[in-house]
């Protein structure tokens, strides 16, 4: 069965200085989809960035990009100059493929990220 | 605007007394689940539908039942709740043949089981 797992509870960052989750999974397929999902005070699930496992290219977007080992199975999210309003939860997620239970999310359990100005 | 509903977004209850969370897409999407989300364990899901009619246990199925009567609904119904079903809940969609692609997010449903 896959496993992901976030080893930080939490993590603390100043403003403007840059962070990293760390997020490790198990698996033994070979195609698959690795997520990281942000969740603030409001609840609601924001994706962050999504990497597709057949890419080498680590994904980007704005801020937030990923360090993707696969031979390691280690998926880290850098977010550079944080923000206030990056004060969040961050849970990892795996995607299995969907023939393999419809494709579920297993999440970690997730890294609560503090930001101080 | 694109977007998943959760019904009711907050519910304290009694044990074994029958409650239905609704969920509805406007996304025309195939694939919906249901996940339940508790500190230190992240969401774990508890099921899915590929489409109308067809459903399926995901990890934590006890307890629950689902139906899919419709594409846009998907309604998490509990018989006898519990305690131990005290949870914040999700309802997710996405479209069945893009499955590198986000799933969608309803607002979670607090429910408190006393």
């Known amino acids: 069965a896959q496993t992901v797992t976030q080893s930080q509870p939490e993590m603390s960052v100043q403003e403007a200085e840059t962070v990293t989750l760390s997020c490790t999974y198990d698996?033994?397929?070979?195609?698959?989809?690795l997520f990281w999902y942000k969740q603030p005070p409001s609840r609601q699930m924001i994706l962050v960035i999504r990497?597709?496992?057949?890419?080498?290219q680590n994904a980007t977007e704005n801020r937030f990009s990923v360090n993707f080992q696969k031979a390691a199975k280690s998926f880290s999210l850098k977010i550079s100059d944080s923000q206030l309003g990056d004060a969040a939860m961050y849970f990892c997620?795996?995607?299995?493929?969907?023939?393999?239970?419809?494709?579920?999310?297993?999440f970690g359990q997730g890294t609560e990220l503090s930001v101080k100005p | 605007e694109a977007q998943v509903t959760q019904n009711p977004r907050y519910l304290i209850t009694v044990t074994g007394k029958k409650l239905t969370v609704t969920c509805s897409q406007n996304?025309?999407?195939?694939?919906m689940s249901w996940y339940r989300q508790d500190p230190g364990l992240g969401l774990r899901q508890i099921y899915y539908?590929?489409?109308?009619?067809?459903?399926d246990k995901g990890d934590v199925p006890e307890g629950y039942k689902v139906s899919r009567k419709e594409k846009r609904n998907f309604p998490l119904i509990l018989e006898s709740p519990s305690p131990n079903q005290t949870s914040l809940y999700f309802c997710?969609?996405?479209?069945?043949?893009?499955?590198?692609?986000?799933?969608?997010f309803g607002p979670g449903t607090r429910l408190t089981v006393t």
């Open positions: 997710a969609s996405s479209a069945r043949l893009a499955e590198s692609y986000e799933q969608y």
């Open positions: 698996t033994s397929e070979s195609d698959y989809y």
């Open positions: 990497q597709e496992a057949y890419k080498q």
């Open positions: 997620a795996y995607r299995s493929p969907i023939y393999n239970q419809g494709g579920k999310l297993i």
């Open positions: 996304m025309n999407h195939e694939y």
């Open positions: 539908s590929m489409n109308v009619e067809v459903t």
